[in-house]
Each structure stands twice: as structure tokens, then as C-alpha cells.
């Protein structure tokens, strides 16, 4: 069974930093790409990331670039989101979600989510 | 970037009634295109990928439809747990983008 778990929310002043982790396991992690999609309190969905499954490709929303890295570490079956210079705009719920096959990106598998609040 | 734009941004329909949702793209997607379902405090969930394919699980009541720009999300005899607010997903190029989402309301 597919899963993913997401960890590392939290409050944080504008200006600072904060890593979040997503656990996965029930596929072999280097066949998939994984992605960072946020929502905002009672807003819609937003792509922030995507990596590949080998790390050799990587995008950004142009909201983050420059400020957030994803990265992925296989061997542990984890994915990153390291978020530098936060902005109360980037105050949301951000969730960890894997495509449904090896190639395309329909979302089929998405984590609860770890919620991130960017706030003096 | 691709928009999307969903519309009507609610959609009021009676149990057993039948909902029409549609999902315009600013520019062609081809097929590529995902719905999803999401309740209060839950994780979106895969409906519909490839404009028209059900995800593994999801009942035939809910159909997707389209190509290019125009894409139409179907669902016959609401039920109640069908009530929640839907998004589309281009899936074309980058960057992804989701529309603003419908919600589905009890009328």
C-alpha cells in the first residue's frame, strides 16, 4: 500500500526557514516523481514542486523559486522541502503526492499534509 | 502558464440530481487533465486522469469528458458523500497549475 506521511510543519516568523519531510513506502521510490502542492486556509490547490525519481529533474512554481529546494534521498524513502525566507503567503497546508504511474502527473496518492504557519 | 478556470464556482444540486462541472484550460492540455475531490480536512483525492479515465475505486456515477480546452466533470445521482469541492489539473507542461476549484452544495 502506498503511503505517504508528512512532517516538519510548524509556526515560523517571516524571514526563517523550515524543512519538511515526507515519509513514503509501498513502491520502490526511484521509479516515481513526488511533489509539493499546498493550500492556503481556505483557498485551492497550488503545484509548489516536482523531482524526479533520479533527482536529475527538478521545477519550481514561481512563487518559491529561489527560496524553497526539494530534494529527494532514496535510500531513505524520503522527500524534502527545504523553505528559506518565508512569507506569510506562504502559509498553508503542504502536502506530499506521487503520480499515479511512472510517467505523467495526475496525483494519485497524496499524504495528510503538515501544516506551515508564517507568522510574527 | 496554462490557466484553468472551473466554473460555476458553486453548484447547488439536490441528492439523486445530476452535476455539470466544467474546466476551461487557456490553452490546450490535451488529455492531460486530472479532477479531484476534496472534503473538509481531508487530502485531495484522484478522480478522474487522463480527461477521461475513473481512478482505481471511484464509482461510474462520476465521468470526465473533453480534450483541448474544455473539459466537463459529470457526476449522476449525487450522493451524499459527493457533496465537496472539485479541482481540475492540467498535467501538459510546467508549470502544473489547478483550477480555483467547484464546490458541490446541498440545495
Known amino acids: 500500500e502506498v503511503q505517504l506521511v508528512e512532517s516538519g510543519g510548524g509556526l515560523v516568523k517571516p524571514g526563517g526557514s523550515l524543512r519538511l519531510s515526507c515519509a513514503a513506502s509501498?513502491?520502490?521510490?526511484?521509479?516515481?516523481?513526488l511533489n509539493w502542492v499546498r493550500q492556503a486556509p481556505g483557498k485551492g490547490l497550488e503545484w509548489v514542486s516536482s523531482?524526479?525519481?533520479?533527482?536529475?529533474?527538478?521545477y519550481y512554481a514561481d512563487s518559491v523559486k529561489g527560496r524553497f529546494t526539494i530534494s529527494r534521498d532514496n535510500a531513505k524513502n524520503s522527500l524534502y522541502l527545504q523553505m528559506n525566507s518565508l512569507r506569510a503567503e506562504d502559509t498553508a497546508v503542504y502536502y506530499c503526492?506521487?503520480?499515479?504511474?511512472?510517467?505523467?502527473?495526475?496525483?494519485?496518492?497524496w499524504g495528510q499534509g503538515t501544516l506551515v504557519t508564517v507568522s510574527s | 502558464e496554462i490557466v484553468m478556470t472551473q466554473s460555476p464556482a458553486t453548484l447547488s444540486v439536490s441528492p439523486g440530481g445530476r452535476a455539470t462541472l466544467s474546466c476551461r484550460a487557456s490553452?490546450?492540455?490535451?488529455?492531460?487533465l486530472a479532477w479531484y475531490q476534496q472534503k473538509p480536512g481531508q487530502a485531495p483525492r484522484l478522480l478522474i486522469y487522463?480527461?477521461?479515465t475513473r481512478a482505481t475505486g471511484i464509482p461510474d456515477r462520476f465521468s470526465g469528458s473533453g480534450s483541448g480546452t474544455e473539459f466537463t466533470l459529470t457526476i449522476s445521482s449525487l450522493q451524499s458523500e459527493d457533496f465537496a469541492v472539485y479541482y481540475c489539473?492540467?498535467?501538459?507542461?510546467?508549470?502544473?497549475?489547478f483550477g480555483g476549484g467547484t464546490k458541490v452544495e446541498i440545495k
Open positions: 503526492a506521487r503520480p499515479l504511474g511512472y510517467s505523467g502527473y495526475d496525483l494519485g496518492y
Open positions: 509501498g513502491f520502490t521510490p526511484n521509479s516515481y516523481s
Open positions: 523531482i524526479s525519481g533520479s533527482s536529475r529533474y527538478i
Open positions: 490553452q490546450s492540455v490535451s488529455s492531460n
Open positions: 487522463g480527461a477521461s
Open positions: 489539473q492540467h498535467y501538459n507542461n510546467w508549470p502544473l497549475t
